[in-house]
């Protein structure tokens, strides 16, 4: 059986059935082994499929993050829609533009506060939300292939636990 040692921290494969379990007769796990190396490179994997998808459809994949938050809550402010999609205000602006020019949301001024811009999806907008489900479904569908349904509630499983490993506490 093979253990994961670090020392110095440089990560190491040992036999645990070896004699010698010293870092000189250990082998040095290549970085693109790691973890962080795995998750990045699966998700790029994931996305290209994804946008490839979503672009027989008239989507780009820059846009979907924006609209997955309104299918879920449509007629959010632009601030919450930033914090939705985990990205800068004014990247916000320059995306709900776009998307105004295609006709696939609008802009509201809130009723009780006519500082603020309300960002609806418009009857195009609401329009994508099946063809996106199918743009996604298709993807998980290749990116799942051969993964028995045991395999995949572990990998969910894992991803919950290092998301919860890694969370910012507030205090």
Known sequence: MDLLVFLDGVAYIVNSMSAEKSPSSAI????????????????????????????KIGIAFKHYYYL?????????????????????????????DTLVRAKIVERRKDPTDRRKA????????????????????????????????????????VAARVRQNLAYSDG
């Not at 790691?34 to 672009?55: M, N, P």
């Not at 449509?74 to 601030?79: E, L, M, R, Y």
């Not at 914090?83 to 800068?88: A, I, K, N, P, Q």
């Not at 996604?136 to 569908?141: L, P, R, Y």
């Open 118 to 157: 309300l960002i609806f999806l418009t009857a195009k907008g609401r329009a994508l939300r099946d063809p996106v489900r199918a743009a996604i479904d298709a993807a998980q569908a290749d990116a799942v292939r051969g993964i028995s349904a045991a395999d995949l509630k572990t990998f969910r499983n």
């Open 28 to 55: 040095p796990i290549p970085f693109s082994t790691g973890f962080g190396y795995l998750l990045r490179h699966t998700h790029k994997a994931v996305s290209r499929r994804f946008a490839a998808e979503l672009a």
């Open 68 to 96: 997955r938050a309104l299918f879920e809550t449509n007629g959010i402010s632009q601030v919450e829609l930033s914090e939705r999609v985990g990205v800068d205000q004014s990247t916000v602006v320059t995306v709900i």
